[in-house]
């Protein structure tokens, strides 16, 4: 596991995302009205839409395809619908806001 330093949390608003690579996989981190960031794989397991592009209500990403919610704590799709995505630990230095992703 590494950890990498990603960004900083003032470049993603407040219920917004900002997309990223990181080995060959594009990873979406959100910014919640909390100020806690969460990081989940950038794709959704029904029709691949992007995440980052979906509605973020409290802790969860609306799909931009067909409006399957997850949750970004965990990567579970919420009933009626099904499946996972992958999830990524995220660290945000207090002091500086700076993220930092274990992969």
Do not use: W
Not at 39 to 64: D, F, R, T, W, Y
Not at 86 to 96: F, G, L, M, N
Request: neutral net charge; hydrophobic residues 35%; proline residues 4%.
């Amino acid at each position: 596991m590494t950890k990498v330093l990603v960004g900083n949390v003032k470049d993603i608003d407040i219920k917004g995302s900002r997309k990223l690579q990181m080995a060959g996989t594009e990873i979406a981190l959100f910014r919640l009205t909390s100020g806690e960031v969460f990081a989940i794989e950038n794709k959704c397991p029904h029709k691949g839409g992007a995440l980052s592009e979906g509605m973020v209500c409290g802790s969860k990403v609306h799909c931009p395809l067909h409006d399957s919610r997850i949750d970004l704590h965990s990567g579970n799709v919420l009933a009626p619908d099904t499946g996972h995505v992958k999830t990524y630990e995220v660290e945000v230095d207090p002091a500086s806001g700076q993220i930092y992703l274990t992969i």
